[in-house]
């Protein structure tokens, strides 16, 4: 009975594996398996992305606005040359980059599937300075890179149709039909949604990639300390999009880790 049963567990998951995609995350090279594609996500993600852009509102300050367009930009533009230069230059286009700034006092910023990035007013008087927000950003733009929205939905369905998976109903279409409902069920409703709740792992990846893209925008990836820092002293970790990260200890000892690599890429 109990062969049987590992028997079906490892057909299962030979069956679940084969299905999708596997790929590498860019910068830490983890190998991920995908059901749901890029550009299913994209479709999700863009409708709600749209709604949340008209009811916020612009900020009115063109000072930041500019340099939140400016900073992104440069992030996006390094991030373009490193995926051309390591033979991702096909998944550029999935990228359509849009940066705003947007009237909001939380200490927030989020970036859609995309490339579709907001900041709120409430992050600038914590970054201070271009550095600071490249920072920041570098680490939203990371979480879209490394399809970590694809990956939190393709996880949701293998637990919940693993079964129709291995009894051949869940081929592509089927995936299709699930994919509105379940992406309701695991990313919930609202731009916002689409980047929190993702794992404690994710965010350090996370924080490992945005580390070296601000370092090949030309930031001192340094500033990421003093950063988390200000951010562990007035409290925000816990008030903010920031709440689910890893702990500010924990993150500034990690990013104190890879600091000699991401300097490898740094150039002023």
């Not at 900073?71 to 051309?84: P, R, S």
């Not at 369905?157 to 695991?186: D, E, H, R, W």
């Not at 993702?198 to 924080?207: K, L, M, V």
């Not at 893209?213 to 820092?229: I, K, N, S």
Request: glycine share 8%; charged share 15%.
């Amino acid at each position: 009975m109990k062969v049987m049963k590992l028997f079906w567990v490892l057909v299962v998951a030979a069956i679940m594996a084969s299905c999708g995609t596997t790929s590498q995350v860019p910068i830490t090279g983890r190998k991920q398996n995908l059901i749901v594609s890029n550009e299913q996500v994209l479709s999700l993600s863009t409708q709600q992305y749209q709604e949340y852009m008209k009811s916020a509102k612009a900020s009115t300050n063109a000072t930041n606005t500019a340099m939140v367009k400016w900073v992104g930009q440069k992030l996006a533009n390094a991030v373009v040359a490193y995926l051309k230069a390591n033979g991702m230059g096909d998944e550029v286009s999935q990228y359509q980059w849009e940066f705003n700034l947007v009237q909001n006092t939380q200490v927030n910023a989020f970036c859609m599937p995309g490339g579709k990035i907001v900041v709120y007013e409430g992050l600038l008087p914590v970054t201070q300075n271009e550095a600071s927000l490249a920072i920041v950003l570098g680490h939203e733009i990371a979480h879209a890179v490394a399809k970590h929205s694809a990956e939190r939905l393709s996880n949701a369905y293998k637990q919940q149709y693993g079964m129709q998976i291995l009894s051949g109903v869940a081929q592509a279409a089927g995936v299709n039909s699930n994919l509105q409902q379940l992406g309701t069920q695991v990313l919930g409703v609202g731009a916002q949604a689409w980047s929190s709740g993702f794992s404690r792992s994710q965010e350090s990846e996370a924080d490992h990639i945005g580390l070296i893209f601000a370092a090949m925008a030309g930031y001192d990836p340094a500033v990421a300390l003093d950063f988390w820092q200000r951010m562990a002293a007035e409290g925000n970790s816990s008030t903010s999009i920031f709440s689910d990260h890893p702990s500010d200890a924990k993150r500034i000892k990690q990013i104190q880790g890879w600091l000699p690599e991401a300097k490898k890429y740094y150039k002023k």
